[in-house]
Every structure is written in C-alpha cells, then in structure tokens.
Nanobody, 120 residues
Framework: QVQLVESGGGLVQPGGSLRLSCAASGRIFSIKYMGWYRQAPGKERDMVAH???????NYADSVKGRFTVSRDNAKNMVYLQMNSLKPEDTAVYYCNMGFRRMAGRDFEEWGQGTLVTVSE
C-alpha cells in the first residue's frame, strides 16, 4: 500500500506565496507521474500542474507563470511553488501520483488534500 501526505497549505494574502509538498510512502517500485489538482467549493476537481518521470511539466492556463511543479525522485516527493496568489486560487489542493508495480497493473493514489485560502 502507498500513502500520499500533503503539507504546506494555509492562509495567505493576495500576492503572497506558498509551497505545497507531498510525500509518498509505502511499497513503491517506481513513480510514473506526479501532479497537483484543486477543488474549489461547488466546483469540480481540476488539474493544476503535472510532471512526468522525465520531468516534463504541464500547467493549467490559469496558473502558468505563477506556479512551478517539481519532483525529488530520491525522496518520492512532489512540490508546488505558488507565487502571486490570487483569491481565485482558494481551494483544497490534492496531490496525485501514478505508480508502476514490479509486477501487475499500475495504479494511482491521491492525497487527503490541503486547504489553501487566499484572502486579505
């Protein structure tokens, strides 16, 4: 079993910065992709940023130029640096990872979510 644990959420003023972290633990053979999603109240969960095993990144248009996703393969961690935060960035942020098994089907896991609130 694999677990993902996020940290780093909180309250920040508009224009401020936060860094989210997500650590994977358990029986890990290899991690294919890592990413961050977010869900605002009353809205669907949307992709924010994604990074492949080869470190190719992809971002939602709304965060391009402000957010940066990175990964540390040695530590099984993914990060999301969020700068120039806006009130519309307020949401619960979820970590997502795709895992490869040594044998058997690949699988995906989600973190429990961490709340980011951008407000005066």
């Amino acid at each position: 079993q694999v677990q993902l644990v996020e940290s780093g959420g909180g309250l920040v003023q508009p224009g401020g910065s936060l860094r989210l972290s997500c650590a994977a633990s358990g029986r890990i053979f290899s991690i294919k992709y890592m990413g961050w999603y977010r869900q605002a109240p009353g809205k669907e969960r949307d992709m924010v940023a994604h990074i492949t095993s080869g470190s190719t990144t992809n971002y939602a248009d709304s965060v391009k130029g402000r957010f940066t996703v990175s990964r540390d393969n040695a530590k099984n961690m993914v990060y999301l640096q969020m700068n120039s935060l806006k009130p519309e960035d307020t949401a619960v942020y979820y970590c997502n990872m795709g895992f490869r098994r040594m044998a058997g089907r690949d699988f995906e896991e989600w973190g429990q979510g961490t709340l980011v609130t951008v407000s005066e």
